[in-house]
T-cell receptor
Framework: GEQVEQRPPHLSVPEGDSAVIICTYTDSATAYFYWYKQEPGAGLQLLMSVFSNVDRKEEQGLTVLLNKKDKQLSLNLTAAHPGDSAVYFCAVGFNTGNYKYVFGAGTRLKVIA | AQTIHQWPVAEIKAVGSPLSLGCTIKGKSSPNLYWYWQATGGTLQQLFYSITVGQVESVVQLNLSASRPKDDQFILSTEKLLLSHSGFYLC???????????FGPGTRLTVL
């Protein structure tokens, strides 16, 4: 079945440094890719969506890269600050006709002031 | 603007008791609706989706059921809770097939 692997599970970076999170997905007519942020006890906040015809997307200090050859999706937070501390999830919408979304295991990011 | 509301915010229930969780979306007609379960510190597991009133599809079996009685309402329920049902339940909507999903604030369920 469709799978998404996310790494690292935990990440600590000093304030002002970059943080990179990577997801690897199985090949299955994939079409849509998403990054979410979850703060403690809260729902998920959509950060960025990327369609399979896009290789790179930048918005507000975030860069998403899609490498279809290696089936890899990455999120780069440039100049991280303490407010970025949260759990980050990638999600993939597999275009298999069953409205299925698969989430990565999550990365707990801590930005140290 | 669309808003998504979940109720209750939290529940503490006994094993074997019934459960009903609700989700309402305002400001969007005919949304696709989803239920997810999240174990503490874990990832999200998609449970159900619905693309129209009265039609619900199961993604994974967890002794739970779902219904969509109105266009803007999604209900998750069970007649008999298990300890394994504890966790965080999230409702989400999307405007079309595989579009980005928008999540509600969630309901924390503790089964004792």
């Amino acid at each position: 079945g469709e799978q998404v692997e996310q790494r690292p599970p935990h990440l600590s970076v000093p304030e002002g440094d970059s943080a990179v999170i990577i997801c690897t997905y199985t090949d299955s007519a994939t079409a849509y890719f998403y990054w979410y942020k979850q703060e403690p006890g809260a729902g998920l906040q959509l950060l960025m969506s990327v369609f399979s015809n896009v290789d790179r997307k930048e918005e507000q200090g975030l860069t998403v890269l899609l490498n279809k050859k290696d089936k890899q999706l990455s999120l780069n937070l440039t100049a991280a600050h303490p407010g970025d501390s949260a759990v980050y999830f990638c999600a993939v919408g597999f275009n298999t006709g069953n409205y299925k979304y698969v989430f990565g295991a999550g990365t707990r990011l801590k930005v140290i002031a | 603007a669309q808003t998504i509301h979940q109720w209750p915010v939290a529940e503490i229930k006994a094993v074997g008791s019934p459960l009903s969780l609700g989700c309402t979306i305002k400001g969007k007609s005919s949304p696709n609706l989803y239920w997810y379960w999240q174990a503490t510190g874990g990832t999200l597991q998609q449970l159900f989706y619905s693309i129209t009133v009265g039609q619900v599809e199961s993604v994974v079996q967890l002794n739970l059921s779902a219904s969509r009685p109105k266009d803007d309402q999604f209900i998750l329920s069970t007649e008999k809770l298990l300890l394994s049902h504890s966790g965080f339940y999230l409702c989400a909507w999307s405007w079309q097939y595989y579009a980005e999903q928008f999540f509600g604030p969630g309901t924390r369920l503790t089964v004792l």
